[in-house]
């Protein structure tokens, strides 16, 4: 039966792991709610995600509330399947009452709450979580459009493997995770790749001997709160970890991929008369990002002697400087370089389509303080930097959570 206007404390939009620690903390507190599901519960993964793809977090890093890994391998990184099981399994633990296949296309104010509209009923809710994800839609710059006609283009959402892309080079657009991973892939698969390299944040994944996530978690890094840091809107803006989870626990960095034959060049910039443009900031950004692991390096340092850990672990390295060849092409013609297809891995953002309260500001971002919305009774959960630095990953969701669920019961009474 398609419900009409049910009533419900609060309604969750979205059944990925945030909208379930959501559900989980909601339930704890005998909170009256349902999550509606455009999809299944773990949607994006199941849809969204590359075959080879496994978590560049480690096992362990999943400590949902009620929840975590208890298997042999903590140290290991899931892969989709594993994943997408672990995510099911949250959800069945506490029995979350998810409505699967249920689209949100509208959420609007009525009276003191909200009226939830979606394919297949209504709600209306006092609260609301918005709990959507970061990851909707692709960043495609306009300059997409100018790219020649008979060239094949694709997002890093829509690849799966490399037997989707024709015989030929790629451009890959992008060198955070998602990119390195989709270029080593494609390289090792035989098709020649070009890199367009903008900002990026280049890491170790093992550091004197221990998990760079490991040090970064126990060194306080993933816990890092929005409301300490100075230019918050920045930072919430920062790429991913340039990481990738493996059984062999390579890093993916730059230098990697040059020497499995990958060509860097500068951020695509424009397209002209069929030309590709790159900027010329390759030195530069690879500087930048170079400092900036290193600056890393120096707080897990700092913390591992403040920490006496210093006779127990390997000592402290750096690792070589990103090498860049002395005069990268600032253009390229594609059909003479034997570029066949591009692959924009430039970022995802979320999709807010639906949301008929003003609470978006001019770039189409929610307003908020650390998940408290602009609105009274609304939440947000699995941003980049929500409230803190580990917001978007799985295991940050716990805290950020809980934190949400103790406002809301207090706005509800
Ligand atoms: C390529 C990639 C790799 C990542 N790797 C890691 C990793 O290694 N470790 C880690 O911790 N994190 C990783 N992340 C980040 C993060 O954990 C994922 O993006 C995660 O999916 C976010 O969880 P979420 O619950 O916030 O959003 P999602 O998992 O995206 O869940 C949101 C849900 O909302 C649903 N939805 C959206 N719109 C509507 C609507 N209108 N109506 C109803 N339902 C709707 C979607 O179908 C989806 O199921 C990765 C992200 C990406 C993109």
């Excluded at 690879?286 to 900036?292: A, F, G, P, R």
């Excluded at 002697?305 to 400087?321: F, I």
Aim: proline content about 5%; some cysteine.
């Amino acid at each position: 039966m398609i419900p009409r206007n049910v009533r419900k404390t609060t309604v969750v939009i979205g059944a990925g792991h945030a909208g379930l620690a959501m559900s989980h903390c909601l339930t704890s507190r005998s909170i009256d709610h349902v999550v509606l599901e455009r999809g299944e519960v773990a949607n994006s993964w199941k849809t969204e995600r590359w075959d080879s793809l496994r978590l560049l977090t480690p096992n362990w890093q999943s400590r949902l509330p009620g929840f975590g890994y208890d298997g042999d391998d903590p140290d290991g990184f899931r892969s989709m399947p594993e994943t997408i099981r672990f995510i099911e399994q949250y959800a069945k633990s506490f029995s979350s009452p998810v409505h699967a296949h249920t689209t949100v296309t509208s959420v609007r104010t009525e009276g003191d709450g909200y009226q939830i509209t979606t394919d297949r009923g209504e709600w209306q809710a006092r609260t609301v979580v918005l709990a959507t994800g970061a990851c909707n839609l692709p960043v495609v710059p306009a300059i997409a459009a100018a790219l020649p006609a008979d060239m094949r283009t694709l997002t890093s959402r829509d690849y799966r493997n490399p037997d989707q892309i024709e015989a030929g080079g790629v451009l890959v657009v992008g060198a955070s995770a998602s990119g390195t991973q989709i270029a080593e892939e494609l390289q090792r698969s035989g098709r020649p790749v070009t890199l367009a390299v903008g900002e990026h944040i280049r890491a170790p994944r093992t550091y004197r001997g221990r998990d760079i996530k490991w040090w970064m978690d126990a060194a306080g890094v993933m816990n890092d709160r929005y409301d300490e840091i100075d230019d918050i809107v920045r930072v919430r803006n920062v790429p991913s970890l340039q990481l990738a989870g493996s059984d062999d626990r390579r890093t993916i960095d730059l230098n990697r991929l040059t020497g499995l034959g990958v060509r860097l060049v500068g951020r695509l910039a424009g397209v002209a008369n069929g030309k590709l443009q790159f900027s010329g900031s390759l030195r530069n950004v690879c500087e930048m990002s170079d400092l900036k692991m290193n600056r890393l390096l120096e707080r897990i340092d700092a913390w591992a002697t403040e920490n006496g850990l210093d006779k127990e672990v390997e000592p402290s390295q750096r690792l070589e400087p990103t090498r860049v060849e002395a005069s990268p092409p600032l253009q390229l013609d594609p059909r003479k370089a034997g570029i066949k297809t591009v692959i924009w891995a430039a970022g995802l953002r979320p999709d807010y389509s639906w949301l008929q309260v003003p609470v978006l500001d001019r770039k189409g971002r929610v307003r908020h303080d650390g998940g408290v919305v602009d609105a009274p009774g609304m939440y947000l959960l699995g941003l980049p930097f929500l409230r803190r630095r580990k917001s978007t990953l799985i295991d940050g969701a716990a805290d950020d959570a809980r934190d949400l669920t103790a406002h809301l019961t207090q706005y509800l009474s």
